[in-house]
């Protein structure tokens, strides 16, 4: 009998210690949505980082420094919240900047150069097809 009322106070204070985190500890970061123009903002920063990282690459700069402006523009296009339309092409950009960087690790800034061309360009029809444009 004592074990069993050990199990059961044990699992109440379990119960209890969940049960008192709140939800909205776990939503750490945003806290509110961003509005359309700040989207569009966020929009036209991701599409001038990509043309530094193609303005380095043409300039010869080292894997290093394209990697790095590479996940610049990875950050700040986390920060794009797309409608269904617009998240297609914001998915294609993705794409091709996530083969950029795989290229670029490798030190092929060739291809590295073609896939940012690419992002590039989904970017731009990204920012043409998303509301208010």
Do not use: C, W
Not at 49 to 57: D, G, H, Q, T
Not at 108 to 116: G, I, P, R
Request: net charge positive.
């Amino acid at each position: 009998m004592m074990h069993l009322t050990k199990k059961i106070i044990l699992a109440f204070f379990l119960l209890t210690a969940i049960s008192s985190f709140s939800t909205a500890s776990f939503a750490a970061g945003k806290i509110e949505n961003a509005t359309m123009d700040e989207i569009k903002g966020f929009i036209d920063t991701t599409i001038e980082r990509s043309e530094k990282v193609l303005a380095a690459i043409e300039s010869g700069a080292d894997n290093e420094t394209v990697l790095s402006l590479l996940n610049n523009v990875k950050q700040m296009a986390k920060e794009i919240h797309a409608t269904k339309k617009a998240a297609v092409y914001k998915s294609k950009a993705g794409s091709q900047m996530k083969k950029a960087r795989i290229a670029a690790k490798k030190g092929d800034l060739d291809t590295a150069k073609s896939h940012v061309v690419k992002g590039l360009e989904f970017y731009r029809k990204l920012k043409e097809v998303f509301p208010g444009n």
